[in-house]
């Protein structure tokens, strides 16, 4: 089965303070995405990627940047984390578009 | 407004009965409809995917499809404890990857 795994799992940042959340992928795809998900509004697309050294903005891009330096590894950095921020952060991988996404564990990220 | 509406969203079913649960998307350029799972702390996974009109089933699971008005649904049967879950509905279009998701059933099957 496709492996992706989040690093931190959880982390408490402060209002203003630099966040990067990091994804990696061991099975060789090309697609990568980052999603939040809260309560009310289910899971939104903020940042993906086709290929290395390369990314998309998603549905809710504002307050975020993501890097893809290499095939197997996505980040997500928040430059000023804000109150809103606080979510559950997903990574996903897929082997080509029309394919099913593998999502990673997760990382809880509360800002105070 | 929620480009993929799900319903109910919330249900409640008792152990060996069946489940039904109904999603549409208000976008005319979806292709792609899937359905997801995700348990309580875990990471959603997908059940099933579905692009043509019909049906295809999968053990107790069944999704439906019309794409005429892009509506499918994803029927459980003899249900279980452990299906009790959130389900996710999520659409795609073209060749992005990208999903827009639904907001979810969740899904309680009572022993």
């Known amino acids: 089965e496709a492996a992706v795994t989040q690093s931190p799992r959880s982390k408490v940042a402060v209002t203003g303070g630099k966040v990067t959340l990091s994804c990696h992928q061991t099975?060789?795809?090309?697609?990568m995405y980052w999603y939040r998900q809260d309560t009310g509004h289910g899971l939104r697309l903020i940042h993906y990627?086709?290929?290395?050294?390369?990314?998309e903005k998603g549905d809710i891009p504002d307050g975020y940047k993501a890097s893809r330096p290499s095939q197997e590894n996505f980040s997500l950095i928040l430059e000023l984390a804000s109150l809103s921020q606080t979510a559950v952060y997903f990574c996903?991988?897929?082997?080509?578009?029309?394919?099913?996404?593998?999502f990673g564990p997760g990382t809880r990220l509360t800002v105070l | 407004q929620q480009k993929v509406q799900q319903s109910p969203e919330s249900l409640i079913v008792p152990e060996g009965g069946m489940a039904s649960l109904n999603c549409t998307s208000s976008?005319?350029?979806?292709?792609y409809f899937w359905w997801y799972r995700q348990h309580s702390g875990k990471s959603p996974k997908m059940l099933m995917?579905?692009?043509?009109?019909g049906e295809k089933e999968e053990g107790r699971f069944t999704v439906h499809l019309n794409k005429a008005s892009l509506h499918t649904s994803l029927h459980i049967r003899d249900s279980q404890p452990s299906d009790s879950a959130l389900y996710l509905c999520?659409?795609?279009?073209?060749?992005?990857?990208?999903?827009?998701f639904g907001l979810g059933t969740t899904l309680q099957v009572q022993p």
């Open positions: 996903a991988s897929t082997r080509e578009s029309s394919y099913e996404q593998y």
């Open positions: 099975n060789n795809h090309d697609y």
């Open positions: 990627s086709y290929v290395a050294d390369s990314t």
């Open positions: 976008d005319r350029n979806v292709d």
């Open positions: 995917s579905i692009f043509s009109n």
């Open positions: 999520a659409a795609s279009t073209g060749n992005t990857g990208k999903l827009i």
